[in-house]
């Protein structure tokens, strides 16, 4: 079994930061792209930021210059900087893994989802 669970959202000022973070456990044979997903109320979720098991990353052009993706492979856990934060980054973020195991072939492992509010 593989669990991806979040930590670090909030309610948060206008112009103020969050680090969220996300930490795969359970009998991981591999990780390969990590990402984290947002979804507001009312609207389809989408890929915010993703990184590579070598460090590539992409962003969503609405965060860029503002978020930083980052992942620790021996901890097997990905982060997300985010500064500026604007009310319209309101949304439940969502951390997602491309993760193989010693029994599964690769396939994308979900979190929870953890609230982020931007709001004064």
């Known amino acids: 079994q593989v669990q991806l669970v979040e930590s670090g959202g909030g309610l948060v000022q206008p112009g103020g930061s969050l680090r969220l973070s996300c930490a795969a456990s359970g009998s991981i044979f591999s990780i390969n792209a990590m990402g984290w997903y947002r979804q507001a109320r009312g609207k389809q979720r989408q890929l915010v930021a993703s990184i590579t098991s070598s460090g590539s990353t992409n962003y969503a052009d609405s965060v860029k210059g503002r978020f930083t993706i980052s992942r620790d492979n021996a901890k097997n856990t990905v982060y997300l900087q985010m500064n500026s934060l604007k009310p319209e980054d309101t949304a439940v973020y969502y951390c997602?893994?491309?993760?193989?195991?010693?029994?599964?072939?690769?396939?994308?492992?979900w979190g929870q989802g953890t609230q982020v509010t931007v709001s004064s």
């Open positions: 997602n893994a491309n993760i193989a195991t010693a029994t599964t072939p690769w396939r994308d492992y």
